[in-house]
């Protein structure tokens, strides 16, 4: 089958799974990845992965990645990173990673998938944990507060320590990896602190009365309303190339780039034309075909045996609820409350898929490890709402929106 015709299959199939998954209330990416499953050489076998499609998901990945950087701010993460929210993020990134390694070590895997394993363990993805709790309406919830702190953190962390991992020498003794490691770290560090500057730039600029959004504005009078995701793009562009240059996965520096990107400074009065051209080509083509190619790449078969993916889905599902219970109780939140917390961080979803598929590209994990992770990431997810709404049954969820209100 010829890429243009691999491509509308894909998008028309994908589209249609998602919005029926959707219309029960479910995440569409499920959907749009049980469609590539559905396609791929996994049942119907219509379309095989391959080199033209993987560039197209490469494009997918730096749209999504850029989408997730724009709906963060850094205010957000500096929030999260205060007092109480801190530790429940770092306990609800650090057990889950912990069972992870655990599982890894009773199944005696190298290091990598180690790492990999507890990494994707370990994620809260933040736009599903947006999508459900706005299709819940707690928002304006203590536990919505709580969770999308722990996200941001948990988000930034895992794209760190991707950072790092990616930067291992492949004969890893230790002397190497702490060498690795270290270098790795200064660099981010580096990076991080060049985004945090040009940050703290805007904000001097701002109190000056400097208009720093007179750039984009000008460019959007002469080149039409289209210009802004030009720019845009090529902003983020420019920090995927640094990334690069260091050494890193090109979707770290988009990250930062689209971090730096407050709507405060630089597209305030043109944000939301941005996110609505940028949501329509991630979430209408690109982030559907993304999610369907992981669906290609899915081997039942690599299931076959299916002690390893039972274990590592009931790893990630107690260590998640375990984490967000504990944490919620140690900020203040009563028992419901803090296994709702757990229930809402259990939806792992974009990122947590995103990391997995880097890490399969690479070459860090196999076909086995590649599909109980994008198994895992599917079964959570769908019960991610399920778990939330067992919790808060009935009238119980109205109350709580009621007494949040207050």
Known sequence: MSLLSSLLLLIVVARLFGRLFARYNQPELIGEILAGVLLGPAILGLIEPNKALAGVTELAVFLIILNAGLEMRFSDIVGAMKGRGLMLAAISFFIPFGGGVLVA??????????????LCISITALPVAVKLMDSLGILHTPIAKFSLATAVVNDVAALFILGIVLNLPETLTLGDASAAVGIATLKLMAMGLVVLGLNQLLNWLEKR???VQAFP?????VFGPEALFGIVVVFVLIFGTISEALGFHFVIGAFFGALFLDKKHFIASRYKDLQSTLGSITNGFLGPIFFAYLGLELQLISLSEWDFPLIVILVSIVTKLFAGWLGGLMVGMDHKESLGLGAVLN???????????????????????????VFM??????????????????KKLEEYRQESRK
């Open 209 to 211: 009365n400097i208009n």
């Open 377 to 394: 990431g599917i079964v959570t997810t769908f019960l991610t709402p399920i778990f939330f709404k067992q919790v808060y049954r009935g």
């Open 217 to 221: 504005e000008s460019m959007i009078r």
């Open 347 to 373: 939806g792992r979803g974009v990122m947590e898929l995103v990391v997995a598929g880097i890490a399969y590209q690479n070459g860090f994990i196999g076909p086995t490890m590649f599909s109980t992770l």
């Open 105 to 118: 070590v009773a199944f005696e895997l190298d290091i990598m998938r180690m790492i990999f394993l507890g």
